[in-house]
């Protein structure tokens, strides 16, 4: 059975008389930082002076420092900044200044893994990953509970890593939530084919097809946008609430026979072989080169990107959410949403 630490589990004084300095202050570093100052942890914000990240850390309180000053103070260094960052910042910021036998903590394990990042021999290397987008992590926090945090150790320099990462986890909030222990194998590959098969492209492509579908059959754009998109919300909620079995006590006995029946028709052996193929990808660094290379132009990316805003579901959602009201009134809510959105890896 999967173990999970709780506040019990945790040595709070294992950071005590410590700095941390979170590199990265974007969806989760400025949740992590927050949430770390509040629990009573010394906590120094590394950003580029002048640019975004310094003048919101300035606005929430924080003295920001260049990254390469943050590391120089640090006892812990949080690297947070989006994937593709980190490997130039570990380099000219995080390893030519951080003390022997100090700790490297990441929230996303795609440069370990991918050995894009090989930490110094003296360093613990760890992983503390919520799971949820910073905003959340954050609220949670302030309401006295915590989204649950996956913790790894990659590397135990001083025979104290995972008392530092689970002390890490409980300063933002993590402990209350629950912290479940994995590899950064697992983490990274999981989270990969989580965005890439069903979170993300999965569900992107199964709306868009639905969409199509409708629309070429004749059907209004807007009652399509209803069936396929504005109703999806209703029903992950339910299965974020109580899993299939909530959602099947919630819908019509109509919905739930063309769910058993069709839904097979839908996503079919063949669909999972293609998520097979997916998850080999992920397995043996094929994705990994292909969006490091990607990365470095963008030009696929941009493209795939100005090809999904111009279809037209895009503008007849636009139009029929401009009349709904309730979406404005709860616009602060949304927040998580437009973050997780924004944030490669959830960093």
Not at 171 to 195: A, H, Q
Not at 247 to 264: C, L, N, V, W
Request: proline share 4%.
């Amino acid at each position: 059975m999967t173990k999970m630490f709780w506040e019990k589990d945790a040595n709070t004084n294992a950071l005590q008389g410590k700095t941390v300095a979170v590199i990265g202050y974007g969806s989760q570093g400025r949740a992590h930082a927050m949430n770390l100052r509040d629990s009573g942890v010394n906590t120094v914000v590394g950003a580029r002076e002048g640019g975004k990240a310094w003048k919101q850390s300035t606005e929430d309180g924080f003295k920001p420092v260049s990254p390469a000053e943050a590391a120089k103070q640090a006892d812990l260094v949080a690297l947070l900044c989006p994937d593709m960052a980190q490997p130039e910042s570990y380099k000219n910021d995080v390893e030519p200044n951080l003390k022997k036998g100090a700790t490297v903590l990441f929230a996303h394990g795609f440069n370990i893994h991918y050995k894009e990042i090989a930490p110094r021999p003296d360093m613990d290397v760890v992983l503390i990953a919520p799971k949820g987008p910073g905003a959340l992590v954050r609220r949670q926090y302030e309401e006295g509970k915590g989204v649950p945090c996956l913790i790894a150790v990659h590397q135990d320099a001083t025979g104290k890593a995972f008392e530092t990462a689970l002390a890490y986890a409980h300063g933002i909030g993590g402990t209350k939530g629950g912290v479940i222990e994995t590899t950064f194998p697992e983490e990274t590959e999981t989270d990969l084919f989580g965005e890439q098969a069903v979170l993300c492209g999965g569900t992107r492509e199964l709306v868009l097809a639905g969409f199509e579908t409708l629309v070429e059959a004749g059907y209004q754009p807007e009652i399509a946008y209803f069936e396929v998109m504005h109703e999806l919300k209703l029903i992950v909620d339910l299965l974020y609430e109580g899993g299939f079995a909530k959602m099947h006590e919630f819908i019509s006995e109509t919905a739930k026979y063309g769910d058993f029946s069709r839904g097979p028709k839908v996503i079919d052996a063949h669909v999972k072989n293609n998520m097979k193929a997916v998850l080999t990808e992920i397995q043996d660094g094929t994705f990994a080169k292909e969006w490091i290379a990607e990365s470095k132009t963008r030009k696929n990316y941009q493209a795939a990107w100005d090809k999904t805003k111009a279809h037209p579901i895009e503008a007849t959602g636009k139009n029929l959410r401009a009349q709904m009201s309730w979406l404005k009134a709860a616009g602060k809510s949304t927040t998580p949403v437009k973050e997780l959105a924004s944030t490669a890896g959830k960093q």
